[in-house]
């Protein structure tokens, strides 16, 4: 792959970007929110726009699943890890799979794409959500935090027409 936009030589990062990434997608899998709200910098951004919405459409402009910034998404974090969070109790069993993961810049910053898949059990019915995601990371010490988390659905249609998950 050798270099990539912004000048960087993304193939030493490749592995560390890569781990990062699946060590993300497997605290969100064991429900373990507090780590994962965790990774986020402190001016992060979670949003997820809606299904199928282009790439780079702006939440001031265009209505969004989702737009937390650092205040919000804590709040989420905290009503789904809340006993009484009526729409995930019982929890929701997910499991996701990233791949195609793809790594822009370099250095202490870098956007990291990848498709993705999620399954969500839950009441014995099974949900399918894919998309692709964009990841903009900061190097903070040894390890990366996210900066922003941008999921993108590729469906047409949102089935069952909410999500109760953090994708």
């Known amino acids: 792959m050798g270099s990539a936009r912004g000048g960087g030589d993304v193939s030493a990062l490749r592995p560390e970007i890569e781990d990062f990434l699946y060590a993300e997608a497997n605290l969100l899998d064991e429900w373990r929110l507090d780590e994962w709200f965790a990774l986020f910098t402190d001016d992060a951004t979670y949003e997820i726009p809606t299904a199928g919405m282009p790439d780079g459409a702006s939440a001031a402009v265009s209505l969004f699943y989702v737009a937390d910034d650092h205040t919000r998404l804590r709040e989420r974090v905290v009503r ?52 692709h995601i964009v990841f903009d990371l900061v190097r903070a010490g040894s390890s990366w935090r996210i900066a922003t988390k941008r999921v993108y659905l590729d469906m047409d249609l949102l089935h069952p027409g909410k999500i109760s998950i953090i994708l």
Request: charged share 35%.
């Open 80 to 131: 789904l890890n809340d006993a009484d969070a009526h729409a995930e109790q019982p929890r929701s069993l997910v499991r996701r799979i990233y791949g195609n993961v793809r790594i822009e810049g370099g250095g202490d910053r870098v956007i990291a794409r990848c498709t993705f898949i999620a399954k969500r059990a839950k009441n014995r019915r099974v949900d399918d959500f894919f998309g």
